[in-house]
């Protein structure tokens, strides 16, 4: 009933930068929260970012003062705009979105994953 197509992953050297991006699309009435969490190997997924309908965003300690998230309610799109990249950024990152469904139904959805590598 609703997908998350998610892009802009990739690989980045240290202290680089990268952009990431979260379409939502389908039998959507509305989208309350919409963030980004991380799964690096062999760990579970972390919160990094997330931004409420109305609310206060909230980032993971690890990646305050260099993640902004940002999301355009007119599109139903999330963004993570992502600088000074470390090597323990790397992990596949997930687009979430929390969605009152046209049916009258709220459920959570995920994206695919998008691959985040930090190396020289």
């Known amino acids: 009933q609703v997908q998350l197509v998610e892009s802009g992953g990739g690989l980045v050297q240290p202290g680089g930068s990268l952009r990431l991006s979260c379409a939502a699309s389908?039998?959507?009435?509305?989208?309350?929260?919409m963030g980004w969490y991380r799964q690096a190997p062999g760990k579970q997924r972390d919160l990094v970012a997330i931004?409420?309908?109305?609310?206060?965003?909230k980032y993971a300690d690890s990646v305050k003062g260099r993640f902004t998230i940002s999301r355009d309610n007119a599109k139903n799109t999330v963004y993570l705009q992502m600088s000074s990249l470390k090597p323990e950024d790397t992990a596949v990152y997930y687009c979430?979105?929390?969605?009152?469904?046209?049916?009258?139904?709220?459920?959570?959805?995920w994206g695919q994953g998008t691959q985040v590598t930090v190396s020289s």
């Open positions: 931004t409420p309908s109305g609310g206060v965003t």
């Open positions: 979430y979105a929390a969605v009152l469904l046209q049916v009258g139904r709220f459920d959570d959805y």
């Open positions: 389908g039998s959507i009435a509305r989208v309350n929260a």
